[in-house]
């Protein structure tokens, strides 16, 4: 808890300087509050700075990549065939952080309680819903990661939740079969979902398999990439984990095709405009989105790849050159870093 009392400290700090507009961004893409386009966005520049600086520091870390993990985990409960039925439902509405028990006591969330402890009293703190927070908090994990795309961002969901229903999340060992008809029941294509499941390009395992707990995904987990894709399809990479099901999606017929569009280099802007497209249709599921305001406007620009590669490197797989990357975090968020 003395934790949590610190960053929002931090936070407090933050958000009145940008609400002051004593912020200059120096060029580094970061839109300042007094150049604000909408007043509903107003108050989510300072909410901006407390998660990406006062939690993130700026930087793509195991609370901004759990922060796009429980973006998904919060949404992917919802059931088109609930709604249509009257049931009771999930969706994108901050459920997972409002009650504790939904990381606390389901497997499924295993290792999402550290940053739904840290959100969790942002919503009361800045009078804002917690189905706001997961999905500006998810948004701005991708943005963390060198390469990751900005995505639309909406506010204005309404609060408390209902309760999420448990047992509705994808399960790794799963079938292809059964992983496209739930995730076709939240109202996903399957080239959609071949798009999200590349977000676990900056991803670690912990839990598939407690023998190597913190393996990643992908040799470059900091950077928002498709090195993770490419690796999955081709067997290359062998020092990273491969979950069943990503490895199982790059090969079976009613996916490859689908898979393949977003392997090789050549494919990361396709692949981070695609993902960027499913992850903002999934910060809506089970919400209307004529009631809420779109604030966009409040994210900072993406750090390109392009910009921090190797010179010289023309194969199929450039090297990102770590002196580079760390100049481009520097100048793109150094109001952040701590």
């Keep these: 808890m003395r934790f949590i009392n610190l960053l929002f400290l931090v936070s407090v700090s933050r958000l009145v300087a940008a609400l002051n ?3 200059d961004d120096d060029g580094a893409g970061i839109p300042r509050v007094e150049n604000a386009k909408k007043a509903a966005c107003v108050p ?3 909410i901006r700075d407390a998660i990406m600086g006062g939690i993130f520091q700026g930087r793509c870390n195991d609370l901004s990549r759990a922060a796009i993990r429980l973006a998904f985990h919060d949404a992917a409960p919802f059931s088109l065939a609930l709604q249509a039925a009257g049931q009771p439902n999930g969706g994108a509405d901050g459920s997972i952080i409002f009650y504790p028990d939904e990381t606390e006591n389901r497997p499924d969330n295993n290792g999402l309680q550290t940053i739904a402890g840290i959100l969790r009293p942002l919503p009361e703190q800045f009078n804002v819903s ?4 997961v999905a500006v908090a998810g948004a701005l994990g991708v943005l963390s990661c060198p390469g990751g795309p900005v995505i639309r961002t909406y506010v204005g969901r309404p609060g408390p939740p209902p309760v999420n229903p448990d047992g509705l999340l994808p399960d790794t060992n799963s079938p292809v079969e059964v992983l496209l008809a739930r995730f076709a029941d939240m109202g996903f294509e399957p080239r959609e979902l071949m798009a999200l499941i590349g977000s676990h390009t900056t991803g670690r395992q912990r839990f598939v398999n407690l023998a190597d707990s913190g393996d990643s995904f992908d040799s470059t987990v900091d950077v928002w990439d498709v090195r993770f894709l490419q690796s999955n399809a081709t067997n290359l990479e062998v020092p990273t984990f491969h979950l069943p099901s990503d490895r199982a999606f790059s090969h079976h017929p009613s996916t490859k095709k689908d898979y393949d569009r977003f392997v090789g280099f050549d494919r990361q802007e396709n692949w981070a405009q695609e993902y960027a497209d499913a992850h903002a249709k999934m910060s809506l599921v089970g919400q209307n989105k004529l009631t809420l305001t779109e604030c966009t406007e409040i994210l900072p620009a993406e750090i390109d790849l392009e910009n921090v ?10 090297a ?5 990357l760390e100049a481009a975090i520097q100048r793109k968020r150094s109001i952040w870093l701590v």
């Design 21 to 23: 507009g004593e912020r």
């Design 130 to 133: 917690a189905g706001d927070i």
């Design 320 to 324: 990102v050159d770590p002196v580079k």
């Design 309 to 318: 590669l190797v010179n010289g490197d023309d194969s199929t797989n450039p």
């Design 44 to 46: 989510w520049y300072g």
